[in-house]
């Protein structure tokens, strides 16, 4: 059995509607993550999952190591987050050009083409919701993520990603790839099937795509 314990990063529910506005919120998450992180450490974990993962992808491929390099040290524990995950996933799945969706404001959306270009990907196509909140991004529905997704999709990219563990696209993901016929990879997805891998688990699930059925 895996026994979870889950520690929330506590951000306001604040106003999106500007690159400064998002900057702020990056601060903001930086400055509670250390707390919550403390406050999960009692339950005794194997792992350190993070949940978050506009700041995994922030100022690039360095910080982002650097931020898990805080994590181990602050924890002594194995770090499974967001950036990192996909970069793993991609590879697993021999995946080189992508297109994004994200919940982001355009900063959020140059920090993650920034990330992943420093990874090595090629990053085809980039769109940002622009969502007006943290909680209006939980708010966006399948047909607006689906509409993303077509908009996004092209011969020339080799699998559609979705970015911002606030949007809920696991399940659509998983369907999506049935008419899309090639992968596409919700980060929470990839998050979970990276600290499952890592972990040693090894479970083949169904019904989120071909990264948690297949590899």
Known sequence: AWISAISRIRIPNMALNSDEDFNRLIALIQAAQDEAVDSVMSCEP???????????????????????????????????????????????????????????????????????EEAGFEVIRIKGLRCESPVKIAHVGEAQLRAALIELDGDDVDALVQVGTNLAMARLAGIAETWLAKPVIAINTAIYWHALRESGITDRIGGFGSLLERH
């Open 46 to 116: 194997d792992r350190l999952v993070l949940g978050i993962s506009a700041e995994t992808f922030w100022d690039g491929l360095a910080a982002s190591r650097s931020l898990k390099a805080h994590l181990h040290d602050r924890t002594g524990l194995p770090i499974s987050m967001g950036a990192e995950a996909c970069d793993a996933a991609f590879r697993a799945l021999g995946i080189r050009r992508i297109a994004v969706v994200t919940p982001y404001q355009p900063v959020g959306d140059r920090n993650v083409q920034r990330f992943f």
